[in-house]
Each structure stands twice: as structure tokens, then as C-alpha cells.
């Protein structure tokens, strides 16, 4: 029901960091993060709900950081000391219900995280 725009992909170093942030059209339950590396199924990397609760994939706790912004719909993930494992495609996910109580889920196109070793 909502449309995602997605920024701040690209290419560091390992141990440097990215913010990647994604806003949505309208308000939502959650909005989080997966990540997609070649030959690889598509896994959470972090999300969080309207009401600030958070979840993150045990290879990121400690480094990555996600928090939201409710009055302007956005989703932001801080990215601290990058891996060459964390090289994947990250999608910005968001979820919510409309006022017909139907679920929805909404996807990003995707932005590209390369990190070199």
C-alpha cells in the first residue's frame, strides 16, 4: 500500500560504515531491512515497529543500528564496522494494516552494499 524509496548504497572499505535510509509514502506498523548476497536467500537484517521495538540478525548485533522517524516515515540503518560478508542487495521492507484490516507489505527496489576487503 505503500511506496519505498531507498538511499545510500555503495562501496566501503571494510571497517568503514553506511547509512541507508528509506522513506515511505504513508505511515506503517514496521519498517526494516533484509539483505540478499548472490545464491543466497534473502534474510532480516533489522526492523523495528512504530512503537521503536527492534529486531536484528545475530551478524549484525553491535554493529548495525536501525531507528525510525514516525512523523516523516522514514527508516534509518547506521552501519559500523563493515564486513566483506555484509556485501548483499538490501531491501527496505514495510508492513502495516489498512483500515479495510487487510495486511500489507511493501518492498524497495534495492540498493547495492559492496564492502572490499
Known amino acids: 500500500q505503500v511506496q519505498l524509496v531507498e538511499s545510500g548504497g555503495g562501496l566501503v572499505q571494510a571497517g568503514g560504515s553506511l547509512r541507508l535510509s528509506c522513506a515511505a509514502s504513508?505511515?506503517?506498523?514496521?519498517m526494516g531491512w533484509y539483505r540478499q548476497a548472490p545464491g543466497k536467500q534473502r534474510e532480516l537484517v533489522a526492523d523495528?515497529?512504530?512503537?521503536?521495538?527492534?529486531n536484528y540478525a545475530d551478524s549484525v548485533k553491535g554493529r548495525f543500528t536501525i531507528s525510525r522517524d514516525n512523523a516523516k516515515n522514514t527508516v534509518t540503518l547506521q552501519m559500523n564496522s563493515l564486513k566483506p560478508e555484509d556485501t548483499a542487495v538490501y531491501y527496505c521492507?514495510?508492513?502495516?494494516?489498512?483500515?479495510?484490516?487487510?495486511?500489507?507489505?511493501?518492498w524497495g527496489q534495492g540498493t547495492q552494499v559492496t564492502v572490499s576487503s
Open positions: 521492507n514495510a508492513r502495516g494494516t489498512t483500515i479495510w484490516g487487510k495486511s500489507f507489505s511493501s
Open positions: 504513508g505511515r506503517t506498523f514496521s
Open positions: 523495528i515497529t512504530s512503537g521503536g521495538s527492534t
